[in-house]
């Protein structure tokens, strides 16, 4: 076993034209280019860490600046040093007198520290010699619980709270992870409908998920009433009554809006709708949630939910279908706590995916909620988007709609170096050829 | 009349070493540098705006790199253009489509697009050739509210709302404004009782400000209980039982400890608790202001609460002291939403200042509530602290505790010019003299 110390920290700016073709379109982000702070930790025994926080094009310069300032914190520790008091070391990170006031655990500074704290994360994994859910699923209980940062969540999750969850769990654990070994996790695809692909696109892609094996499938709604009733009249019919449907509106919509819009689209029995309003809106998302209740709607939200704090509020107000994302919260370290304090309150965590590397990290996160958390299944899934999985060395595995466990080391966020030097911003190849679209993006918005 | 086009939007990364005398110290930054993104618009005609956001040192760089990202937005724009549909242009601004993903509306991108902002207010107040707060208290209500993104906040606060409260505070404006301009605004100190000051520095500089005519002190509290309670005593024994004494604890506890805490300061009398925990935790708030309330102390906070929607949302969960923030808040389109909606839910405002620059800007933002929007200055009075105020041209006016109106046109946040030069970092004179300084702080983390 290595000890590795960590002697550089590395960034860099990676994006993909993906706005070229409208993937990942939304109400609110009509022409995202998918991208990345790329993080490459070295170590002075040779051993690396790959880490990233996702970013949708425009302004990952700003949060590669910002990785740059907290690089200072990182760089000349041990990875000793750094996991015998994790949580110690994500509050200095995070709560750096200075740099707080940029946030605090939140914008710009927390997907900082995210990417950062991801590329620990992998080098532990590595440094281990396991993927990182098996080094969470064989950490020990009190080990788990000191990797987590505990103030301002006391009044929802204590230590001893959070401990005890962890103990009862350890039963039927083994029969768990072997379950996800020979199964897998299962996923539902976003794949099918974004907001700017054709019909005859949405038909063909969700036949051809359908051949598959997808049983779940998520629609974006939220720009045109009519628009969306057509859509996901065409996607219910596709899939059928007994298939799973979920909408997305990326917080289009105020309060009363939402419950109108959402009420006139219960016909197609939507499991949830996601981000119905600003992700700040804990007591309007608790409002929507109640409103919609006695349609069978619920209510799903975290993908820019940007700490725990703002998750034990929503635990706290309403039941809500539970988004965490792997860069949007501060790494391991603040899911692990979300993943805790869902389980109190016995809410479905169901991953947010997509992007560049999200579903490659999180799926580690939700094998370990399954095996050691909350070990149900009961109206979870974890959300998968399948592209730019082929820029990285441990591309996930979907097979008939479920997420194989990882066999590879570590966290799954190395990007291929032939991918990340031609995506470099603005200086790669991919780039070079596109040189007069970032102006012509800015000038049309 | 002149109706200049922006061509240019420069922005400075300046820094004053104000922890080597631990001068703003407190529970949570013990070591501040008071610092600013400090943006200069040049324009066509010659015409200028200044601005600024409010940062402690380090990371400033990092906004400086958010700034530059907007500018894009907001160069070869013309000022009517902007004005006639400032909502629009506040919602392009913190909107964007790519860059939103970064905040939306908080951290590093929000405090870029206050400095933005306030610069392009600035302009606009210098172009009409008035003090900002003389432009608002003089605008056509319909243009006040133009001003505002109302969206996400319609269930607490619609357009026609608005509109009617600044009518109806039309009544006896003239006389408010005569008011202001004869006695100025009342504000509180937080000068003498920092955290790093000794006791014979506080006691020295509480008779000195009582010898001004304060009537209105705050102290920070929060890092250790038996401190706090020779602290508090020392300071209510100083200024007596009929003078206001606030209590700000920057953050430092969690729910059950701010209780447990703050009860056992009770016996000093303090109007309110600031900040007793993470500034995102609206229902912590409302449960510490609960538990509170049967011993007569309030709870403020709002320096950290990062938008309109947590505002919203606090003012909604329980009564607050509302501590608005020029440059924390997307500058005043976004502090106009918040002091209407404090007047519709009847709480008083009590503006967050000191830092730099921040006493400049937001005595304009107190003024204009005072005279259109609450009429009233019961439990109202605007924070001052006495550092940095020689570094701008249109420096505060204190007298006998009380803001005077600025005359001077614009939003008086322009600095000197050679005390931008010397203060620039890392290349200004100051900082030249102090290359050391932000390695050793580093370490001592």
Chains 1, 2 share one sequence.
């Not at 409002?287 to 700490?307: D, F, R, T, Y």
Request: charged share 25%; with cysteine; aromatic share 8%.
């Amino acid at each position: 076993k290595m000890l590795p110390r960590i002697v550089k920290l590395a960034v860099t700016d990676v994006r993909f034209p993906t706005s070229l073709e409208q993937h990942g379109s939304d109400a609110m982000h009509t022409d995202p280019d998918y991208s990345a702070a790329y993080v490459v930790i070295d170590t002075d025994c040779g051993l690396k860490g790959f880490g990233l926080t996702f970013t949708l094009g425009k302004g990952t310069e700003i949060v590669v600046c910002a990785v740059e300032a907290l690089a200072r914190l990182v760089v000349g520790k041990s990875l000793q040093e750094i996991v015998s008091d994790f949580g110690g070391f994500y509050r200095l990170l995070t709560s750096e007198s200075q740099l707080r006031w940029l946030g605090p655990e939140k914008g710009v500074i927390h997907l900082a520290s995210a990417a950062v704290l991801n590329a620990v994360w992998d080098l532990w994994a590595r440094a281990e010699g396991k993927p990182l859910w098996k080094l969470l699923v064989d950490m020990d209980p009190k080990q788990i619980v000191s990797c987590i940062d505990f103030r301002y969540i006391t009044d929802a999750l204590t230590e001893e709270e959070a401990l005890d969850i962890l103990l009862k769990a350890r039963e039927g654990r083994k029969q768990r992870e072997d379950q996800m070994l020979r199964e897998g996790y299962p996923a539902y695809t976003t794949s099918c409908a974004w907001l700017g692909y054709s019909d005859e696109l949405l038909t063909q892609l969700c036949a051809d998920a359908l051949g598959n094996g997808w049983t779940k499938f998520k629609v974006k709604v939220g720009a045109d009433l009519e628009d969306d009733r057509r859509r996901c009249r065409l996607i219910r019919e596709m899939i059928g009554p007994s298939n799973t449907l979920m909408m997305d509106a990326n917080q289009r919509w105020d309060v009363a809006e939402a419950i109108r819009w959402v009420s006139s689209l219960a016909d197609f029995k939507p499991l949830w709708i996601e981000e119905p309003t600003c992700p700040d809106d804990i007591l309007g998302h608790a409002a929507i949630s109640k409103a919609l209740a006695p349609l069978g709607i619920g209510v799903a939200s975290g993908e820019q939910c940007h700490n725990r704090v703002m998750f034990k509020q929503f635990l706290q107000a309403s039941a809500l279908f539970v988004q965490i994302d792997s860069c949007r919260l501060g790494s391991v370290n603040e899911n692990l706590a979300v993943l805790l304090m869902a389980h109190k309150f016995q809410v479905p965590v169901c991953p947010h995916a997509g992007g560049v590397g999200l579903c490659e990290l999180v799926q580690h996160l939700i094998l370990f909620d399954y095996i050691c958390v909350s070990g149900s299944l009961a109206n979870r899934m974890c959300e998968y988007v399948d592209h730019l999985h082929e820029h990285f060395a441990s591309p996930v595995v979907i097979r008939n709609g479920h997420y194989i466990a990882p066999e590879d080391i570590g966290y799954s966020c190395e990007m291929l170096e032939s991918s990340v030097q031609s995506h470099r911003y603005p200086e790669g190849d991919v780039w070079k050829a596109n040189t007069s679209k970032p102006e012509v993006k800015m000038d049309t918005f």
